[in-house]
């Protein structure tokens, strides 16, 4: 760090300033020619890597969701968004969820459900642009929640990664 | 006919300055976006060259509110006062050489006044009410202390300003803003006659029309915006054309008295038409003018704003005697060498 120099120390030229304030005008002269770091953001999206958290989303392999509905990601979801209803199914995994919602006006986009979920069922997709205009739009039913496995790709490789 | 060539004038002056000052807001934000790497507005119309129209046209539509306590009149008056007195100015301001125009010879200027430096002096002076008037009607403690600021400022910095001019007078031994611009033929401009006087007619062109190194009256981060936190719509407006307008005006002044006007070495030399000269020294005049708006913005996103004493020490005791010195200095000049 340089020393910090007092107003007594400066000499003549250094108390008068003009020397400082041609450098900083010069430098805001430099900068006015530069590469902008503005995104333009409707027309350039934001490419998220795999640990960005955006709205949580269901796992759906082949055409069924993974979820058994346990009912854990309820559970530790601290801001009660998610609500879970369990019933029978023939399939292998026996159980699967009836109802499946969660309330994104109380989400907080922690990630707990995620990192709970004993089968991989719900993960954190990049989507965050959530418009909605109603109350009732605002809770995300399984018809908005399930995402194809494919999709969703590189968030499962890295919450492997760091599990 | 004799009254429609100046109503023409003032016409078009008017015209031009609304232009002018809409453009300058944009041009501010587009400068001032750019110097902070940012890209600045773009959204409306190609390159954002409709934002300014929008905006005004958005103050037109806003409810004018006026706080319960303010003094009702002088509330209303002072924009008013502000935006007269920073429109006035410019009828002495010529733009360029006379021209011909169908067969007949125009000055382009409002009214060739003999007075014109006094007249602008006067009417710089007077422009402060605005801000004095606004910052004690609208009561508001923000506004007070901005208005009171305004006024101490404007008083400690005319002084240095009115001595820096008048060695531009001793040198031009006129006060007609023709005359001084017809002086400074060639490479006799005034700011290489009188570099000091130069430097601090512009420091006090900064101070007096407000601008960052010196807007203490408006300050926004102490004084919430100063004195106009309390005006909305289109006094509001009001407030912030006449800002601008004397932006343009003080560049319009330091070219024509310290930047040799229309005059550029070399071109009066190079054998030109008749026809063309006039139109190319304009354009020599507004590239100038234009020059210097820039450095107006370019100088408040580059400074920081001066400490409420640190400006009154600069004003007394640096600007003032500084252009006693170039007055000194000048009259000496005169007087051995008789430019």
């Given at each position: 760090m340089a020393v910090k120099k007092r107003k007594k120390d400066l000499n003549f030229f250094e108390r008068i300033y003009i020397v400082e304030i041609l450098k900083g005008m010069m430098l805001t002269l430099k900068h006015l020619f530069k590469p902008k770091f503005t995104r333009q953001y409707p027309e350039e999206k934001y490419v998220q890597p795999p640990s960005y958290r955006g709205r949580p989303v269901l796992v759906m392999d082949n055409g069924k969701?993974?979820?058994?509905?346990?009912?854990l990601c309820s559970r530790v979801c601290p801001a009660l968004a998610i609500q879970v209803q369990a019933a029978e199914t023939e399939?292998?995994?026996?159980r699967y969820p009836e109802l499946f919602e969660i309330n994104m006006l109380r989400?907080?986009?922690?990630g707990f459900c995620e990192e709970v979920c004993p089968e991989e069922a719900i993960v954190m997709s990049k989507d965050y642009e959530l418009v909605f205009t109603k109350y009732e739009d605002a809770i995300f039913g399984k018809d908005k929640l399930l995402v194809p496995v494919e999709q969703l790709k590189d968030r499962l490789e890295f919450i492997r990664a760091h599990r | 006919m004799v009254i429609l060539i100046p109503l023409t004038k003032i016409a078009i002056a008017i015209g031009v300055l609304l232009f002018v000052v809409t453009y300058l807001v944009y041009f501010e934000r587009k400068i001032s976006a750019w110097i902070q790497d940012r890209v600045g507005p773009?959204?409306?119309g190609p390159y954002g060259l409709l934002q300014s129209p929008a905006d005004v046209l958005k103050l037109f539509f806003k409810e004018d509110i006026v706080p319960l306590a303010a003094t009702k009149f002088v509330h209303s008056l002072a924009p008013v006062i502000s935006l007269t007195i920073a429109m006035s100015?410019?009828?002495?301001?010529?733009?360029?050489p006379d021209i011909n125009l169908f067969g007949q010879k125009v000055k382009l200027i409002v009214a060739d006044v003999d007075v014109g430096i006094l007249f602008i002096l006067a009417f710089a002076s007077i422009g402060v009410y605005g801000i004095t008037l606004s910052g004690w009607a609208s009561n508001n403690k923000y506004s007070l202390l901005g208005g009171l600021r305004s006024s101490a400022q404007m008083i400690s910095y005319e002084l240095s300003m009115g001595i820096s001019i008048v060695g531009v007078l001793i040198v031009?031994?006129?006060?007609r803003i023709y005359d001084i611009i017809n002086h400074?033929?060639?490479?006799?401009w005034n700011a290489f006659i009188q570099p000091i006087g130069f430097i601090t007619f512009v420091v006090a062109a900064f101070a007096e029309t407000n601008r960052?190194?010196?807007d203490l009256p408006e300050a926004e981060p102490e004084l919430?915006?100063?004195?106009?936190?309390e005006y909305s719509s289109l006094k509001f407006a009001m407030f912030f054309l006449a800002e601008y307008a004397n932006m343009i005006i003080a560049s319009l002044l330091i070219v024509a008295l310290y930047?040799?006007?229309?005059h550029l070495p070399f071109v009066e030399t190079a054998s030109l038409s008749e026809g063309w000269l006039p139109l190319i020294s304009v354009g020599i005049y507004l590239a100038k003018v234009c020059f210097l708006l820039f450095v107006f913005i370019w100088v408040r996103w580059s400074i920081p704003r001066f400490r409420y004493d640190q400006l009154m020490n600069l004003g007394w005791k640096v600007m003032l005697p500084l252009s006693l010195v170039n007055l000194a200095w000048v009259s000496l000049l005169v007087y051995f060498f008789k430019i």
């Open positions: 969701e993974r979820c058994v509905a346990c009912g399939d292998e995994k026996e989400c907080i986009f922690c | 773009n959204r409306v100015t410019y009828a002495v301001i010529p733009f360029g031009s031994e006129s006060l400074q033929q060639g490479w006799m960052l190194p010196f919430v915006g100063g004195y106009h936190t930047l040799g006007g229309w």
